[in-house]
């Protein structure tokens, strides 16, 4: 095949979502690793997408964010990029997307990866950019990994502002629980998710001037069903534990570990924690997440830029 010389495809990687109702036992069991889920285990799953209304709209979110970054690029290099989004759980897949880049029209001579997650884990981000490689490796082709982005001050600014935002109704004190979804506590060892998350909570409390432990902690959310211990505290116990200190009137949670409203922010937060909050006699709130933010996006696009090799 001849390549267009200079011409880059960006593989942009997302979770993925059922597109529909019948879709939710696929990709529930590839989750699970072509394992099915227990009936039971599917009920649950169905149950929380028919509480938000029969599907996640994480979808259309991350259409939005793919379509911002692409429009960016265009913008800043017009004709260079050709952007593809790949799915871990849901078609496209990661291996589709690379695929159709590499057999566009004129093809492309390498590839940036970027995961539309700021934190890095090697469960995560990690699993996803090994697939991209593998992938373009097929068809002779590099590709630069975008490993994390949480420090991006475009993103800081925006998690400081959507704090402020929320927590200016809320009576006072009110404490702010930074989270993102848990992992198996087994994958954790030497992993430098849990610190990155711990200095993006940290530096956007300190720019707020939030006090440790009563202005501000940390916590985890949306931990899988399985009989392995996986990293805690969960947002429900820290609600709990608030509750019974007497130390505070109001509960403000910040997602920064998710980009987009989908199915752990819409119900594990907005439906299951507010329940527990309100239980417990808590005002509750979350900020605003990132969804399809144009500083943000703009700031990745500029990003796949300058790890692409493209003059500017």
Same mark, same amino acid.
């Given at each position: 095949?001849?390549?267009? @010389? ?14 529909? =109702?019948?879709? $939710?036992?696929? %990709? ?7 394992? @099915? @889920? ?12 028919? *509480?938000? !209304?029969?599907?996640? +709209? ?18 800043? /290099? @017009? ?18 997307? &690379? ?8 093809? &492309? ?7 539309? *997650? ?13 697939? *991209?490689?593998?992938? *373009? ?6 590709? +630069? ?7 991006? =001050? ?5 998690? $400081? ?7 200016? =109704? ?16 087994? &994958?954790? /060892?030497?992993? =430098? %998710? ?6 993006? /909570? ?21 931990? !899988? ?27 403000? $949670?910040?997602?920064?570990?998710? $980009? ?20 417990? !006699? ?26 692409? !090799?493209?003059?500017?």
């Amino acid at each position: 095949m001849t390549r267009s @010389p200079g011409r880059v495809g960006v593989v942009i990687m997302a979770y993925g979502t059922p597109a529909t =109702p019948d879709d $939710v036992e696929g %990709y529930y069991t590839h989750i699970r690793r072509g394992r @099915p @889920p227990s009936p039971e285990q599917l009920a649950d799953l169905v149950g929380r997408y028919e *509480a938000l !209304g029969g599907s996640s +709209t994480l979808a259309a979110r991350t259409a939005s964010q793919v379509a911002a970054i692409t429009a960016a690029l265009e913008e800043m /290099a @017009p004709g260079t990029f050709r952007v593809a989004l790949g799915q871990k759980h849901a078609a496209p897949f990661i291996e589709d997307a &690379v695929a159709s880049l590499a057999n566009s029209e004129g093809g &492309v001579d390498r590839l940036v990866g970027l995961v539309l *997650a700021p934190h890095f884990s090697g469960a995560s981000i990690g699993e996803y950019q090994a697939r *991209a490689t593998e992938a *373009a490796a097929a068809f002779e082709l590099g590709l +630069t990994a975008i490993e994390r982005w949480h420090d991006l =001050p475009e993103y800081r600014a925006f998690l $400081v502002a959507a704090v402020k935002d929320a927590l200016a =109704p809320m009576p006072d004190p009110t404490k702010v629980v930074f989270t993102a979804h848990s992992l198996p506590e087994r &994958v954790l /060892a030497g992993d =430098p %998710y849990p610190d990155e998350l711990w200095a993006s /909570a940290e530096a956007v409390a300190l720019e707020i001037g939030l006090d440790r432990w009563a202005g501000w902690s940390q916590a985890w959310q949306s931990a !899988g069903a399985t009989p392995e211990p996986w990293r805690g505290p969960d947002i429900l116990a820290v609600i709990d534990d608030l509750a019974g200190t007497g130390r505070a009137k109001g509960l403000l $949670v910040c997602p920064q570990g998710f $980009v987009s409203d989908h199915l752990e922010v819409a119900y594990d937060l907005d439906i299951q924690a507010s329940a527990r909050a309100v239980e417990a !006699g808590l005002a509750f709130a979350r900020t605003r997440v990132l969804n399809d933010d144009p500083e943000v996006m703009g700031a990745l696009a500029r990003l796949v830029l300058a790890r692409s !090799g493209v003059a500017r």
